[in-house]
């Protein structure tokens, strides 16, 4: 298959317009949608969207409730779903949750979420992968700057842009606790980067990423061709939906206030995975479905 967005093979980072549009379904069909016109706008124009108190305060209490036991109950636990911190044992992430936990395939079923992102693609819809992601007060690490897309593409085999990415805010997210940041109009741009990709790079990018990391002069180039840094903020049980190659990126935490979320993500079932563009080995099917990819419950 073609390589539309080819990254990673030469010495010179390079900028490429997108090829693919970013609402999938045609746009006279919006009075169909489940959003409002003018949130599919900010969404086609900035590349995400914020819904906030989307989940009721119960089911706020409750998702968090989950998330906390699953950490708990996986704190002496050696797997490869479970990503702990570079420099300590503490819990970063926890993969697969909606294949391995039956309180997570629920909520990544909701059918509020699945209409919207259904309308966003155009079609059905999988999971691709699914994680919770703790920062904890005082010790939760950066994410560095990236583009989904670009790591799926090349190390995953995603041959196209037509996924999105869903955050569930289960703490409220301050400018100040490593929240969620965002290049709005990012999406329309994709960043080649330089650097061949090692031999099961996961191992090591799930708790650093370096390769698959835009060089600074891009970064610099999509902010001022944008409208510079969004920070969506809010109580628990927001939602923030972000195209699969908007640029994005977390710093590390240091205040007394945890921000930790559930992050899932939806592909189209026409744009299924093929063999990585990278030419390397597939990465394991925690981290990018394969075999389970059917469509998710409607």
């Given at each position: 298959?073609?390589?539309?967005?080819?990254?990673?093979?030469?010495?010179?980072?390079?900028?490429?317009?997108?090829?693919?549009?970013?609402?999938?379904?045609?746009?006279?069909?919006?009075?169909?949608?489940?959003?409002?016109?003018?949130?599919?706008?900010?969404?086609?124009?900035?590349?995400?969207?914020?819904?906030?108190?989307?989940?009721?305060?119960?089911?706020?209490?409750?998702?968090?409730?989950?998330?906390?036991?699953?950490?708990?109950?996986?704190?002496?636990?050696?797997?490869?779903?479970?990503i702990r911190e570079p420099e300590s044992d503490d819990i970063r992430s926890i993969f697969h949750v909606h294949?391995?936990?039956?309180?997570?395939?629920?909520?990544?079923?909701?059918?509020?979420?699945?209409?919207?992102?259904?309308?966003?693609?155009?079609?059905?819809?999988?999971?691709?992968?699914?994680?919770?992601?703790?920062?904890?007060?005082?010790?939760?690490?950066?994410?560095?700057?990236?583009?989904?897309?670009?790591?799926?593409?090349?190390?995953?085999?995603?041959?196209?842009?037509?996924?999105?990415?869903?955050?569930?805010?289960?703490?409220?997210?301050?400018?100040?606790?490593?929240?969620?940041?965002?290049?709005?109009?990012?999406?329309?741009?994709?960043?080649?980067?330089?650097?061949?990709?090692?031999?099961?790079?996961?191992?090591?990018?799930?708790?650093?990423?370096?390769?698959?990391?835009?060089?600074?002069?891009?970064?610099?180039?999509?902010?001022?061709?944008?409208?510079?840094?969004?920070?969506?903020?809010?109580?628990?049980?927001?939602?923030?939906?972000?195209?699969?190659?908007?640029?994005?990126?977390?710093?590390?935490?240091?205040?007394?206030?945890?921000?930790?979320?559930?992050?899932?993500?939806?592909?189209?079932?026409?744009?299924?995975?093929?063999?990585?563009?990278?030419?390397?080995?597939?990465?394991?099917?925690?981290?990018?479905?394969?075999?389970?990819?059917?469509?998710?419950?409607?």
């Amino acid at each position: 298959m073609e390589d539309l967005y080819p990254s990673r093979k030469k010495d010179q980072p390079e900028i490429l317009e997108r090829k693919d549009p970013v609402i999938h379904t045609d746009r006279s069909k919006d009075n169909q949608a489940p959003i409002s016109k003018e949130q599919l706008d900010s969404y086609e124009k900035n590349g995400f969207l914020q819904i906030e108190s989307f989940f009721s305060d119960d089911e706020v209490t409750d998702m968090q409730k989950a998330i906390f036991e699953l950490q708990d109950s996986n704190k002496d636990v050696t797997s490869d779903k479970v990503i702990r911190e570079p420099e300590s044992d503490d819990i970063r992430s926890i993969f697969h949750v909606h294949k391995d936990d039956n309180y997570f395939k629920n909520v990544a079923n909701d059918q509020r979420i699945l209409d919207i992102v259904n309308h966003l693609l155009g079609s059905d819809v999988y999971i691709h992968q699914s994680r919770i992601n703790y920062k904890p007060g005082f010790k939760g690490k950066e994410f560095e700057w990236h583009s989904d897309f670009e790591t799926w593409h090349v190390e995953d085999g995603m041959p196209r842009m037509r996924a999105v990415s869903l955050s569930i805010a289960l703490s409220d997210n301050y400018t100040f606790n490593g929240p969620l940041m965002l290049i709005p109009g990012s999406q329309n741009y994709y960043v080649s980067c330089v650097g061949e990709t090692p031999d099961n790079n996961y191992k090591e990018s799930l708790k650093k990423q370096k390769f698959g990391v835009p060089d600074e002069d891009s970064l610099r180039w999509l902010t001022k061709n944008g409208s510079g840094i969004s920070v969506p903020t809010g109580k628990a049980g927001s939602i923030t939906l972000f195209e699969c190659n908007t640029m994005h990126g977390s710093t590390s935490n240091i205040t007394p206030y945890p921000r930790n979320n559930l992050f899932m993500v939806y592909n189209s079932v026409e744009n299924r995975l093929v063999e990585p563009y990278s030419g390397g080995r597939k990465r394991p099917e925690y981290i990018a479905v394969r075999e389970s990819g059917i469509p998710a419950m409607s």
